[in-house]
């Protein structure tokens, strides 16, 4: 007898294998989202408010000098009660936001082998796609919300291009140069200068060893900015690759994105980002103007479409990478996405809500052929040291290729 499914049973292994779809998408997020990895992850608490207001500390103002503190005799100490030490703390607030979509869709009309072939490919495309989103969504923020920036240009002091460095920044703007024509392309001098300002003067924490190099902050730039620096002169050759970090999933351990930080190189550690933000100036508001990486295609007979990479962005002239240090923001979920039973994600992996959508109607669905996943992807972001993210924003170098002419000369012939 032939091995008959029905559209019916096609559909509930749909529903049965959500669950399975939402692992696939934590561990793509785990392995392949610099800036998910970097933030600590959370709960937005729910039946609270649609804005929850939090406390963050602030360093605590001394009530003497830090250069000299006073001491005096143990025996002169009678009566004496000493000087005031002064602690303050500054409020942020934050609310929820949602991203709602759905995945292709899919004809379960097409028999078994058909199906699984789709879903299967359809699987794998929303997965990718879905981890595309929360990855941007967490740069995006990081970018929009940091309070600390710096823009990479000459003729200037370092004060003139950094912007924000304190408590109450959020949000704040790149330095603009009257003249566009003097940012440069950041150099690993520079950068390590204002890690070193991040550490000294923004009081900021480094990221543990782990026994597994040094302390270290994270940078997340493109790769040609990347292999920039590993050229510089005394940074090549030094740079060591290893795998760090993990995140456990039920009781299945995954590897989490690979920073180089074995050792990490002065105290700084290199993540890669395959899509960074670019630019092509600023607005009339001092904004950066962003160009999307991808360009859609789309194919209007059959409403279909694909993307591709946008020339635009190829060709862009300015680019931006991301200073880290830990504890700037923590992403929260709603507590109910955080699995149930023992099937339980990091807070920060977890993408939201995942449905099969499979209706009969009486329109496009009379008999029950298609059904596809339907997302929501529900956050918010919690500001606790925001001024350490510190967004860089440089000039970008066509590639050097090393396609220098040579001189060719001819051979005496032994003959």
């Given at each position: ?10 559909s509930d292994i749909a529903v049965k294998d959500t669950q399975r779809l939402v692992g696939s998408v934590a561990k793509c997020l785990a392995a392949n989202s610099p800036y998910v990895n970097i933030l600590d992850g ?316 499979y209706e009969i109607d009486n329109d496009c669905n009379v008999w029950g052929d298609f059904g596809w996943h339907k997302y929501q992807i529900t956050r918010a972001y919690r500001p606790e040291r925001p001024h350490h ?27």
């Open positions: 007898m032939a091995d008959c499914v029905a559209p019916a049973a096609l959370g709960t937005f608490p729910s039946g609270v408010s649609d804005e929850v207001r939090s406390s963050v500390q602030m360093p605590a103002a001394p009530g003497d000098s830090l250069a000299i503190p006073t001491f005096v005799n143990d025996t002169e100490q009678c009566g004496l009660q000493g000087l005031q030490d002064k602690t303050d703390n500054i409020d942020y607030t934050y609310r929820l936001g949602t991203k709602r979509g759905f995945g292709p869709r899919v004809c379960v009309k097409k028999g078994y082998a058909s199906f699984k072939d789709a879903y299967l490919r359809a699987e794998d495309s929303l997965a990718k796609l879905i981890t595309q989103y929360i990855n941007a969504d967490v740069r995006a923020q990081l970018l929009l919300r940091s309070g600390s920036k710096f823009t990479a240009a000459s003729g200037f002091c370092f004060e003139d291009l950094f912007t924000g460095g304190d408590f109450p920044d959020v949000g704040v703007q790149f330095a603009q140069p009257g003249d566009l024509s003097t940012i440069r392309p950041i150099s690993f001098k520079a950068l390590h200068y204002i890690a070193r300002y991040l550490k000294e003067v923004l009081w900021a924490d480094m990221y543990p060893s782990d026994g597994k190099g040094q302390e270290h902050f994270k940078v997340i730039g493109s790769s040609d900015i990347i292999n920039s620096f590993r050229e510089e002169v005394g940074v090549q050759n030094v740079l060591i690759a290893l795998t760090t970090g993990g995140y456990k999933l039920g009781e299945e351990a995954l590897s989490g994105y690979s920073f180089e930080s074995s050792p990490a190189y002065r105290g700084i550690a290199f993540g890669v980002d395959q899509t960074p933000l670019r630019a092509s100036g600023f607005d009339g508001s001092g904004d950066l103007v962003l160009i999307d990486p991808r360009t859609n295609v789309l194919n209007d007979p059959t409403k279909e479409g694909y993307s591709k990479v946008n020339p635009d962005w190829l060709n862009a002239d300015y680019e931006v990478l991301f200073l880290i240090a830990p504890g700037s923001f923590k992403r929260l979920v709603p507590e109910r996405y955080i699995g149930e039973g023992s099937f339980k994600f990091n807070p920060q992996l977890h993408m939201g809500e995942l449905d099969w959508h993210i510190i967004p860089v924003l440089y000039k970008r170098c066509k590639a050097d290729l090393g396609l220098d002419d040579c001189t060719v000369s001819s051979c005496n012939s032994l003959s």
